[in-house]
């Protein structure tokens, strides 16, 4: 699908969203179905398809802004290191978001580069190729989705009414049993790609998010691209997003600012959540 060209961004945007759908039909979409997956050290997935785009992507990305790369597919000793020396810029990349989707066939998963400078990411592009949509942003820029300004569903509605997406995984075990046991929404997803989650939230296609910890590959391009929009994010812990540890931060997300602090007190209401902000 031909999109339009994206009016509105910066060369060195137009140059990202370039090399992250060149990635995506080279490196990832030939080798969708056709790749065996491996278990790292941490237990996490990996394919030849992350390997060999994250391996173009670190190539490419220093080609347009040569700075360090940080990607999912280094070893935790080579990740610390490049954060350590990458406060005056700094690439973070997951070549595929949501390997195991890629694997199985479920086309949820996304190519999602940040660029980041003092520690704050400044530049983000998320791309899911199966779908052929593509989120980026710039800071105090907005959002684009394929190229045009991304509009937003603006639907303010009350929680009971929201459809959330809820990743289980992380979240503490009585939050857990009291979301199980008296969900404050409507109805939930959740599908397994952090990024797109973010892209979609900021969208307004999830009313609302909830995360109980990323790594920062799962959340640098897709915060901006939520904060972009006007959404808004916070850690379970405490309001300021940014605090969070890294490796491990929470995440609670809504489209509406009202919506968002009714999800926000609900979440927090629970007796497992310390330090209320």
């Keep these: 699908m031909n999109h339009p060209a994206p009016r509105g961004m910066s060369a060195v945007l137009k140059a990202v969203v370039a090399a992250v759908k060149l990635v995506a039909s080279e490196e990832v979409m030939p080798r969708y179905l056709k790749v065996a ?14 390997i060999a785009a994250q391996a173009a992507l670190i190539k490419k990305l220093q080609a347009i802004v040569n700075v360090p790369v940080l990607g999912e597919e280094m070893t935790q000793v080579e990740q610390q290191a490049l954060w350590d020396q990458g406060h005056e810029g700094l690439w973070c990349i997951d070549p595929i978001d949501g390997t195991s989707n890629f694997t199985r066939g479920l086309p949820y998963f996304a190519v999602s580069v940040a660029l980041l400078r003092e520690h704050k990411s400044v530049m983000g592009v998320v791309y899911n190729p199966v779908s052929d949509e593509l989120f980026a942003a710039e800071a105090g820029k907005g959002v684009f989705l394929n190229g045009e300004k991304m509009v937003a ?58 995360h109980g910890g990323q790594k920062l590959w799962d959340y640098a391009a897709g915060e901006l691209i939520l904060r972009e929009s006007g959404a808004h994010a916070a850690c379970i812990e405490h309001d300021d997003f940014t605090q969070g540890n890294i490796w491990q931060r929470s995440v609670i997300a809504g489209r ?5 602090e009714e999800w926000k007190n609900w979440i927090r209401a629970s007796e497992t959540v310390k330090g209320k902000s």
């Design 37 to 50: 997956l491996h278990r790292k050290s941490d237990g996490s997935l990996c394919t030849e398809a992350d």
């Design 153 to 210: 569903r603006e639907c303010p509605i009350p929680l009971h009414e929201a459809l959330a997406c809820v990743d289980m995984k992380r979240l503490p075990a009585k939050l857990l049993k009291r979301l199980a046991s008296k969900p404050p929404y409507a109805s939930q997803r959740n599908f397994g790609a952090s990024a797109l989650d973010w892209c979609y939230t900021a969208a307004g296609r999830y009313d609302v998010y909830l």
């Design 256 to 260: 509406d600012a009202a919506l968002f």
